[in-house]
């Protein structure tokens, strides 16, 4: 381990002490299948949910309820072997799909070799509006073991933690003409096929069927049934609207700014036309 992963380490496991959450929580309490219902199965007294991809069927699970703001967590491990075009997923969408906002965390599947790793993908869309990938890769094997995914979403910024540490920041730049999601949102899990995740190679079916495993089914958010969507974002009623949750501190920056430097892939910053790109760098 180098020097740089050391310190990751460290810093999750830090953070990890404080992390908030009960993982006894039945998946029942908080979700439901999706589709492909014979393909998830319900392990450890519904604290673990398999979700299994074969040729015939993928399959993915939703929160109940929709939220307005809120710590999205959870735990993954993402299926192993040969996951060339294979796609694990963690994400938020709200209704309407011509107008959808979304928040994603995607795995696009790897064969286990250096010139093909796992790529962790996040994506946002606002208003119907995609195309914000970023990709980065891994300090980890993510088929190894469950690590956090998180995805922090307030009044002033979207942040994506692995193992706590941020990964990928977007502001709310609205007031300088950038966009952001606004919209309630559905927690969902899904594992699918696409072959623009492996540059066309196409799945190795010998190796089906493919497992992605999910732990952490509590749920600290707002959600849009309580709560109107105006007091989603009431920072006295929610500890994630509060100040500290502004922005990052300087140690989680310091740790964002060398994840880019060492892990990142693409980012779509690089494209024209995304005037919010300038206010999360
Ligand atoms: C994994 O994919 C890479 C890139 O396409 C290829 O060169 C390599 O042979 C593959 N390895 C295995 C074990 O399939
Ligand atoms: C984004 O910020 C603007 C002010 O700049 C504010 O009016 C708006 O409510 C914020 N959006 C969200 C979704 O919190
Ligand atoms: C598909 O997976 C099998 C079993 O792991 C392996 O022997 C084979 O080489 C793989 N095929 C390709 C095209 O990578």
């Known amino acids: 381990m180098d ?138 094997d993510p088929t190894a073991d469950f690590h956090d995914y998180t995805i922090l979403w307030n009044h002033y910024q979207t942040v994506f933690f692995v193992d706590r540490i941020p990964i990928r920041v977007f502001k709310n730049a609205t007031k300088y003409g950038g966009a952001y999601p606004t919209k309630a949102m559905n927690i969902f899990a899904t594992i699918w096929t696409g072959t623009w995740a492996s540059h066309g190679m196409p799945v190795n079916w010998t190796d089906a069927p493919f497992e992605a495993h999910y ?25 994630w609207n509060q100040k500290q949750y502004w922005s990052l501190n300087s140690d989680q920056q310091e740790a964002y700014e060398n994840v880019r430097s060492k892990y990142l892939y693409y980012d779509y910053c690089t494209k024209p036309n995304y005037p919010e790109c300038k206010y999360n760098q």
Not at 71 to 97: C, E, G, H
Not at 227 to 232: A, L
């Open 215 to 239: 732990r952490g089914f509590d749920i600290t958010a707002c959600n849009t049934h309580d709560n109107n969507e105006q007091d989603c974002l009431s920072n006295s009623k929610f500890w």
């Open 3 to 140: 020097s740089f992963a050391s310190f990751l380490l460290v810093f999750s496991l830090l953070f990890s002490l404080l992390a908030n959450g009960n993982y006894d929580v039945p998946f029942q309490q908080n979700y439901n299948p999706l589709w492909g219902y014979d393909h998830t199965k319900v392990l450890d007294e519904s604290r673990e949910i398999q979700l299994t991809l074969d040729q015939y069927s993928g399959s993915g699970f939703q929160s109940w309820q929709k939220y307005g703001s809120g710590w999205f967590n959870m735990r993954i491990k993402t299926p192993q072997k040969d996951s060339t075009a294979v796609i694990t997923t963690f994400y938020l969408q709200s209704d309407a799909q011509g107008h959808r906002d979304e928040i994603d965390f995607e795995f696009l599947g790897g064969n286990g070799s250096k010139d093909h790793p796992y790529l962790l993908q996040t994506n946002i869309y606002t208003n119907g509006r995609g195309g914000r990938e970023q990709g980065i890769f891994l300090w980890f």
